[in-house]
């Protein structure tokens, strides 16, 4: 059985560079190979085609990259 999400939660590349500040959706995959840590598609149809994130997780991950450094 595939994992269960809220499809209120799924968000695209668009809506994921809106979080990260990123001035285009294709920075997206720029972020995911630089960073080894940001959460991956939770619904992935292969190269080139619909890639879908979290929005839960998108924010909780950014907001932990942007968090100061105690």
């Known amino acids: ?3 269960l999400v809220d499809v209120d939660d799924l968000i695209d590349a668009n809506e994921v560079a809106a979080i990260l500040g990123l001035s285009r959706a294709g ?4 972020y995911q190979s630089r960073y080894l840590d ?4 939770v619904y992935e ?6 890639k ?3 929005r839960s997780e998108m924010t909780d991950w950014h907001q932990q ?5 105690d």
Not at 45 to 50: C, I, N, V
């Open 65 to 69: 990259r942007s968090a100061p450094n």
């Open 45 to 50: 149809r292969g190269p080139s085609r619909a």
């Open 38 to 41: 940001m959460p991956r598609p």
């Open 52 to 54: 879908l994130w979290l």
């Open 27 to 30: 920075a997206v995959s720029v």
């Open 1 to 3: 059985m595939g994992r």
